[in-house]
């Protein structure tokens, strides 16, 4: 018999350290938070949706939840409105949130979906305002002052039945972060905060964050600075602190909403770096920051 080349060992090998984690996460729910240079190019955002689909496949139930900030801010600009950020989340008028709801809900979430059932999936793409998914009342409070950031909404309820239909059902539910009030009007959603608080809501086993940057940084932009672990009490004291800022300050919010509810562990992840997902899930190493 011919011996197997070192390259199939290695990948035999690979296969056989990710058996334990294939076991522990069968049937167990996993809420993605899509967004940074994974959904920017091209043939990153083909890997990554191919590898959500291997999730599947092996017996997980994720979910995706996607951003979209770039995109938006690209075809606001087109429309003529500016984007404005305070502390990392947008400021919203009435325009901004209807080119929201055109560039997430529209373009973005239907690319996802195609590119998930091409690669073998059945995904459905939802807003939080089909079904009533993500109920909302503005955005009044953020970390600990008030804010208006106009049609920017705080996720009160997450309809769970939905989505606890789809997974059963077999599809992957890809998800846009808008949602309604009690009065029906629409709302954009930090996607973040609702990946978070999807998590919480489906009492998901983790929550992963992919962003494009290694993970929570010590002293950003210093990529050596990478915290690998830290617990959810320290997180929320360097929330507190001052010393994130931007995109991260959501972000770290997200992770800590997820598990205030009970997800067991919330996790940022390089999405730049092909198969990071695979990564974490499957190999002993994991990558990024993990908070518990
Ligand atoms: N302490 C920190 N650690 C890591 N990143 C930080 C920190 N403070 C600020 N940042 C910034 O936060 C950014 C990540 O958030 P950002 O909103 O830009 O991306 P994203 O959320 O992954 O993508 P999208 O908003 O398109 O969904 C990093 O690229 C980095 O510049
Ligand atoms: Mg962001």
Redesign the pocket.
């Known amino acids: 018999m011919p011996a197997a080349g070192e390259q199939g060992v290695a990948r035999a090998h690979t296969l056989a350290e990710a058996l334990p984690y294939i076991h522990r996460f069968y049937g167990q729910t996993l809420v993605i938070k899509y ?2 240079a994974a ?1 920017e190019e091209a043939t990153l955002q083909e890997k990554v949706l191919q590898d959500i689909a291997l999730l599947r496949l092996v017996g997980m139930k994720p979910v995706v939840v996607h ?4 995109e938006l801010t690209r075809v606001a600009e087109q429309m003529g409105l500016e984007s404005v950020f305070r502390e ?1 989340l947008r400021v919203t008028t009435s325009e901004m949130r209807d080119a929201a709801l055109m560039v997430l809900a529209g373009l973005l979430n239907k690319r996802i979906v195609a590119l998930l059932n091409r690669a073998g999936v059945p995904s459905v793409g939802l807003s939080g305002v089909d079904g009533s998914l993500f109920q909302v009342e503005p955005l009044r409070r953020h970390r600990g002052k008030e804010v208006d950031l106009g049609y920017v909404g705080e996720i009160q309820q997450v309809n769970t039945h939905l989505l606890r239909h789809l997974l059963e059902g077999g599809y992957i539910p890809v998800l846009s972060t808008l949602g309604v009030n009690a009065e029906g009007e629409i709302f954009n959603i930090n ?2 905060h609702a990946a978070g608080a999807v998590a919480g809501a489906l009492k998901a086993e983790k929550v992963i964050f ?4 290694r993970g ?2 010590r002293h ?2 210093d990529e050596t600075t990478l915290i690998p672990r830290l617990t959810l009490a320290e997180a929320k004291r360097l929330l507190e602190s001052g ?6 300050i959501p ?1 770290l919010h997200g992770c800590i909403l997820a598990l205030e509810q009970g997800v067991r562990r919330a996790h940022i992840i390089d999405g730049r770096l092909e198969h990071s997902l695979l990564i974490e899930l499957f190999t002993d190493e994991g990558i990024g920051t993990m908070i518990e």
Do not use: F, Q, W
């Not at 951003?67 to 770039?70: A, L, S």
């Not at 010393?243 to 991260?248: R, T």
């Open positions: 967004g940074g959904m951003g979209g900030g770039p990392g996607a973040d992919l962003t494009d940057v929570l940084l950003p932009p010393s994130i800022e931007g995109g991260m972000k």
